[in-house]
């Protein structure tokens, strides 16, 4: 990986704040950043255990007694660099709402059913080339308050962790063909076309198993000019 920052992938990730996604007039920061020096052990590692990743924190359909409701997909990508290598043993976590469009998390009120055979969290590490590989359900969409008839395409939340928690990413995949893409200021913060289509996973039939689930693919790139928009941009 090149030691030289390519600045030019910041202009992929969103604004602090964005006017139509409103709770972001509130968290933008207002002052300029203080840069504080990192303690040896905020750079260094690692963080987690990798014996701890079991099979089932990458099947969130067998985290219960039962099957979860909802259509059943297989989600894989693989992470990589600015230069197309392959990063592994990253921890790659997701969280999800049900196939009802919401969240195991009390501030949801979302008058839409909970699940009890599904909790929208898993975790997986990525191999030797970098790949990954989720079985879970496809979420719903949800309403979301920002503006009238405000409702949040399907997306499955991802976190990226490398050998410290100061090297931590989070972003968010979508699925191909969603109308409410043009609808959401979350996405269409966004203001490069090519950096929001690359938030969008791709169908996979190679992938997809008969009669069991479909499947999408979502490649991860860290940065340069075809990173992954993350939901910080990072400049500071």
């Known amino acids: 990986m090149s030691l030289i920052y390519p600045r030019e992938s910041l202009k992929a990730h969103p604004l602090n704040a964005s006017p139509e996604y409103k709770s972001t007039l509130k968290r933008a920061p207002a002052q300029p950043l203080i840069l504080l020096p990192h303690a040896l052990s905020e750079t ?17 359909t067998r985290q219960h007694e039962g099957e979860p409701l909802g259509e059943r997909i297989i989600v894989t990508g693989r992470v990589l660099d600015e230069d197309g290598r392959p990063v592994p043993h990253t921890l790659v976590e997701i969280w999800q709402a049900n196939a009802a469009g919401r969240y195991v998390h009390i501030r949801d009120q979302h008058p839409a059913p909970l699940d009890p055979n599904f909790t929208g969290a898993g975790r997986a590490l990525t191999d030797a080339q970098g790949r990954y590989r989720f079985v879970t359900v496809k979420p719903g969409a949800y309403p979301w308050r920002n503006h009238h008839n405000a409702w949040r395409p399907a997306h499955i939340h991802f976190s990226l962790f490398g050998p ?6 989070i972003t968010q995949m979508y699925f191909p063909g969603d109308p409410l893409f043009k609808y959401d200021p979350i996405f269409q913060s966004i203001t490069d076309e090519n950096a929001r289509n690359r938030l969008v996973s791709r ?34």
Do not use: K
């Open 164 to 169: 410290s928690f100061l090297s931590r990413v």
């Open 203 to 236: 169908f996979d039939i190679e992938t997809t198993e008969p009669e069991w689930a479909l499947a999408y693919q979502f490649d991860i790139v860290l940065r340069g000019r075809n990173a992954t928009p993350l939901e910080e941009p990072h400049e500071h």
């Open 44 to 60: 260094t590692g690692p963080v987690f255990g990798h014996v701890a990743v079991t099979e089932t924190d990458t099947d969130l």
